[in-house]
């Protein structure tokens, strides 16, 4: 029987937990926060409770973090509410709801979508699917473009023959260009097929879930036809896929500008309302003053100077403790209220992501 560590009502200093996978990554993790990265592990997975898809969580739970030895996973069971506060365990269990990662893409992702909630409950016994959202920290390209959603409608017999030719261009040609800077952030629905361009360093907030469908793969390393539909077999899976295009009023609602630095005393909006029923993520900026993070179980990333964390430790003692640029924390509810400080620096930036929150109204999908 394993046993769980003292209970401590405080954000906790996560160790780089990079995962290998079947697309190449660079060098812009490792070099944020250190630890092995490269060609074969371009991705982190920041406070994770979830694993790898088809991981036995038992033998070797991919993609887990793990705090002094234990699976957040198993901590979160033991003390869900001072973890997950009250409202959130009622509405949403003892799961956090959100999964949170740094993708640097080394080459562009193949296409491909995941499924909307209504789809994983029918057929993969799960009630989360998986949107997503990217947070552009960094690029080493200068072709900085993600696609997301079709154009035009796509009939399924299409995706079809394009997927038994494997044609990329073709596929890429249906899809929406989005130009991105860093900074900027997007939403992608559940069902849109999409894709990330070569370069790109991304902070991923997304469900709690690894299902991905895929639509291309031909020039990665991926086995397509045998591990791309989540074990469903492609008539099944690509009943995923939203039929219908995305105009430009309505990639302008999943996209949030940049439109200036992060400068001054600020913590506010990083990604479009679009994203709201699923995730939030808090783009903070701190001098000599502090501001203060929303009271929320959430995974705080430091991306930019370096500064002072603030909390209570439950007996009314406040705790302050140095952070800098590419520290990684995973904030329990019951360590609110949190406040960030540039002092001494006079600097520091960074990204507070939590899941929805509870009392708002479930998302309305495609497939609804």
Not at 106 to 120: E, I, K, S, W
Not at 167 to 194: K, Q, R, T, Y
Not at 262 to 275: D, K, N, S, V, Y
Request: charged share 20%; with cysteine.
């Amino acid at each position: 029987m394993t046993t769980l560590p003292s209970w401590e009502p405080a954000p906790v200093l996560l160790p780089p937990n990079s995962i290998e996978h079947q697309y190449f990554g660079g060098d812009l993790i490792a070099a944020l926060r250190g630890g092995p990265g490269g060609p074969n592990r371009p991705e982190e997975w920041l406070g994770s409770a979830t694993t790898r898809f088809g991981a036995d969580p038992e033998a070797d739970g991919a993609g887990l973090t793990r705090i002094d030895g234990v699976p957040l996973r198993d901590l979160l069971d033991a003390a869900p509410e001072e973890w997950l506060g009250a409202g959130h365990v009622e509405r949403y269990g003892t799961s956090p709801a959100l999964l949170v990662k740094l993708l640097h893409a080394g080459q562009r992702l193949p296409v491909h979508l995941h499924p909307t909630r209504n789809f994983a409950t029918r057929h993969l016994d799960c009630p989360f699917g998986k949107s997503e959202a990217w947070l552009v920290l960094d690029r080493d390209r200068s072709d900085t473009t993600v696609w997301v959603g079709t154009n035009r409608p796509v009939e399924r017999a299409h995706w079809e023959e394009l997927m038994a030719a494997q044609d990329s261009d073709a596929m890429l040609e249906l899809l929406n260009p989005i130009i991105v800077e860093p900074g900027d952030g997007v939403f992608v629905p559940a069902g849109s097929p999409h894709a990330i361009g070569e370069g790109l360093l991304v902070l991923e907030l997304q469900e709690p879930t690894d299902f991905s469908i895929l639509l291309e793969w031909e020039g990665f390393e991926f086995d397509g036809p045998n591990d791309g539909h989540l074990d469903l077999g492609f008539d099944t899976a690509l009943g995923a896929i939203n039929p219908q295009p995305f105009d430009a009023g309505h990639l302008d609602e999943l996209t949030r500008r940049a439109t200036a630095a992060i400068e001054g005393q600020t913590i506010g909006r990083a990604l479009p309302a679009a994203a709201d029923p699923y995730f939030e993520l808090h783009r903070c900026s701190a001098m000599t003053d502090s501001v203060t993070l929303p009271t929320s179980f959430g995974v705080l990333l430091v991306t930019g100077g370096s500064g002072t964390m603030n909390w209570g430790d439950g007996g009314g003692t406040e705790v302050d403790t140095a952070v800098r640029r590419g520290e990684a924390y995973v904030v329990p509810h019951a360590a609110g209220p949190v406040t960030l400080s540039g002092r001494p620096s006079g600097h520091l930036t960074a990204y507070f992501a939590t899941p929805p929150r509870p009392d708002i109204d479930p998302p309305v999908e495609f497939d609804a």
